[in-house]
């Protein structure tokens, strides 16, 4: 009777893969942010996230609404881009890929309010330090 169970467990090795690998296509956007009208607002309004993700920005209101970053720092690519126009149902998304603290408003409510804010983290090694202990 051969022992079926083969328990070969040398060392822990931790092989925790990277989530900015992926062979193409689509990217999943890291965080999504719900644009309403009422109130009219951005959910959630203050979104902290990792360099490298992607925020998508999703209008389920009947109005427009916008995406403009505002302040010292703007994303790049973002400053003189016009689709931060969003008709209803319009989805918009950028990856945010150098750390910081980005603000941004709906150019039609921002009077009432309506802004946002995207805390951009250094994207750290999350991988454990033990290497290979013999
Ligand atoms: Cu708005």
Known sequence: MAAATAVAS???RT?????????GGRQEP???IV?????AEFMPSTLTIRAGDTVEWRNTGGITHSV????????????S????????????SYTFTAP?????ICRFHVINGMIGKIV?????PASGTTADIR
């Open 120 to 124: 951009v983290l250094a994207d750290e």
């Open 81 to 92: 881009s016009p689709s931060g126009i969003m008709a209803p149902n319009e989805t918009y």
């Open 100 to 104: 910081g603290t980005y603000a941004y």
């Open 10 to 12: 040398f060392g822990c």
């Open 68 to 79: 403009e970053f505002v302040g010292e720092v703007i994303p790049e690519g973002t400053a």
């Open 30 to 32: 890291a965080a999504l």
């Open 15 to 23: 092989s925790s893969s990277p989530l900015t690998s992926g062979p």
């Open 35 to 39: 644009i309403s009208d009422a109130p």
